[in-house]
Each structure stands twice: as structure tokens, then as C-alpha cells.
């Protein structure tokens, strides 16, 4: 199979260097205006530069189209417009997070067979300058018409890569999870980083003291579940050491915390259905919100949010 992409971006460029490891597929060639991204993914990875649609419509059997996703809508009606209609019998794709097939609308009275694949994997380069595979071992999501899923599917199993078909309908749901999973987490770490900046760390600091329960905690996660990785006051009922956590944190961190620690009562609760958690919950839902304590109003200084050892006069 001969596989062509349009869009020679971080994605698209990855997702060719990971797919021409299979013997299943055959890259042929990249797509992409302006032509000098695909002029460097042409010699990164020795395939054909194509400099029009037609071109790589005649020398490619399916299409990946690696635009971002406010494009792809056009650069398919280029494509549905080209002269007798060029593309049937061809499958196309996108490998769209948020989006579903339906984006290439009228593909089966062209004869097209659509479909999505989705990495659940962030690309942050083009070309690694140490030449990994950003993909491999990545999961992903596939979606479409069950002949591409299916031979999609076989082809990603080739390369050690698990994946599952899911709804159209599910698409964006699918990609809020992954966007849940892989970058709200970001905000809670920064969080982290500033409040022990506060005690004293430097960023770089933070981030390493972090780095081993960050770890250890998302692997204890993946392997055991929710139940198993939860410790901490919360998941213990400690009512004397939340209250105390809140009083001690900026707004900023407290805004995080007390609907976050709320999240996690119901997974404590599953864990351990005869801890009584009522106290907690009270002070989670309204009692800290109408303490006295000076921090509850959100008026802090700008030296009681930093620390002392971080803060202008040192």
C-alpha cells in the first residue's frame, strides 16, 4: 500500500517515519504548502516531493491528511474537486484528535473510504535530532469505515502499536480525555512548583524534588487503577491536615486543590466504604469557603504568595 500525506507538519512527519518501519506500507511521498516543509520531509526520510494534489492523488493508494484541524475541511474539498475525480476507490484519512471521518462528507458517493487515527501521544518535533520514533509504542484511536479500521489496525500491530476502533460520535470525547490525561495535569504540576518556590525551592529545584512520586504515581495509576493509587489525607479522612493545606495555599493553588481533593472523595469512598468521610466533604463543599482564616477571602500579598525567600527584598 502506498500511503501519501498532505501536511508535512510535527505530526505528519511522524507519523510517516513511524509508519514506513512496517513492510506492510510503502510512504510514498509528501504534499504541503508552502513546498518547503515537505521538501525537508521528502529528504528526512527519502519519499517523493509532490508539488500538487494530482501528483500524489496518482502515485498514492490512501491519503493522510496532516493539516491542522481548522484545514482539513478545504483541503478536502481541493481534493473532491480535482478533475474526474481522481480519488475513487482511495481511502482518506486525518489523524485529528477532536474530529470524526464525517469531516470528509460525501466520500462515499466519490468512492472514498474515510477514516481518523488519532495517536494519544503529544509530537513535539519534526525530526528528533536523536532520531527516535516519537510513536512508538504509542496507543491509537481509529475510526471510520470497518475495511480501513481493520487493515489499519493490522498495520499499527506490525509496529508493536495497540489500538481500538471507537464511534464517530465518541471522537471528541475520546480527544477531551486525552486532553485531560495529557495537559491539565501540566496546570496542577505548575501549581506544585510554585507553592514549593514559596518554601524556599528554586523552579528547577521543584520540578526535581516532584519528579520521582510524579512518576511513581502515574505508573502506580496505569498498572493498578484509581483505587490503588490513591494516598494522602484525602483518601485517610484527614480532616485536621486538609484544613490546614487549605489555610496555607495561595488562591491560585487553592482553587486547584479543593475541587480536586472533592474528585477524589468519591474514589476514597469506593476504596474504603466504611470510612466516614462526611466531615471531609462538608469542609471541602462549604467549609473552608465561609472560615475566617485571612486567606479564604483570596486576599493575600504578593509576599504571602511567594515566600519570604523568594520574594523582592531578598
Not at 505530526?11 to 509508519?19: I, K, N, P, Q, S
Request: net charge negative; aromatic share 6%; charged share 20%.
Amino acid at each position: 500500500m502506498k500511503l501519501g500525506f498532505i501536511g508535512a507538519g510535527k505530526v505528519g512527519c511522524a507519523m510517516g517515519a513511524h509508519l514506513r518501519r512496517s513492510a506492510l506500507v510503502t510512504v510514498s511521498g509528501y504534499y504541503n504548502r508552502p513546498s518547503d516543509a515537505a521538501h525537508d520531509a521528502s529528504n528526512a526520510l527519502d519519499v517523493n516531493e509532490f508539488t500538487s494534489l494530482t501528483d500524489i492523488v496518482k502515485h498514492s493508494d490512501m491519503l493522510l491528511v496532516t493539516v491542522p484541524d481548522d484545514a482539513i475541511a478545504s483541503v478536502w474539498r481541493e481534493l473532491r474537486e480535482l478533475p474526474g475525480n481522481p480519488i475513487s476507490g482511495m481511502a482518506v484519512g486525518h489523524c485529528s484528535g477532536c474530529l470524526s471521518s464525517r469531516v470528509f462528507d460525501g466520500s462515499a458517493e466519490l468512492g472514498v473510504s474515510a477514516f481518523s487515527m488519532h495517536p494519544m501521544q503529544a509530537v513535539s518535533e519534526r525530526f528528533p535530532a536523536d532520531g527516535r520514533d516519537q510513536l512508538d509504542g504509542a496507543f491509537f484511536a481509529l475510526e471510520g469505515d470497518p475495511r480501513c479500521t481493520e487493515m489499519l489496525g493490522q498495520l499499527l500491530g506490525s509496529l508493536g502499536n495497540r489500538s481500538r476502533v471507537i464511534d464517530a460520535d465518541a471522537k471528541t470525547r475520546y480527544h477531551a480525555a486525552a486532553a485531560m490525561a495529557s495537559n491539565l495535569p501540566i496546570a496542577l504540576w505548575n501549581a506544585a512548583v510554585e507553592t514549593l518556590r514559596s518554601c524556599g525551592f528554586t523552579e528547577s529545584d521543584a520540578r526535581e524534588a516532584l519528579r520521582a512520586m510524579i512518576v511513581h504515581n502515574a505508573e502506580s495509576f496505569c498498572e493498578r487503577g484509581a483505587k490503588s493509587a490513591l494516598t494522602g489525607p484525602v483518601e485517610r479522612a484527614d480532616v485536621g491536615t486538609v484544613r490546614a493545606h487549605l489555610e496555607s495555599l495561595s488562591p491560585e493553588a487553592r482553587a486547584l486543590y479543593e475541587p480536586l481533593s472533592r474528585a477524589l472523595l468519591s474514589i476514597a469512598a469506593e476504596k474504603n466504604p466504611n470510612r466516614d468521610y462526611a466531615a471531609l466533604r462538608d469542609l471541602l463543599d462549604d467549609g473552608f469557603a465561609n472560615s475566617s482564616h485571612p486567606n479564604a477571602s483570596g486576599r493575600t500579598s504578593q509576599a504571602e504568595r511567594l515566600g519570604p525567600n523568594v520574594s523582592g527584598n531578598n
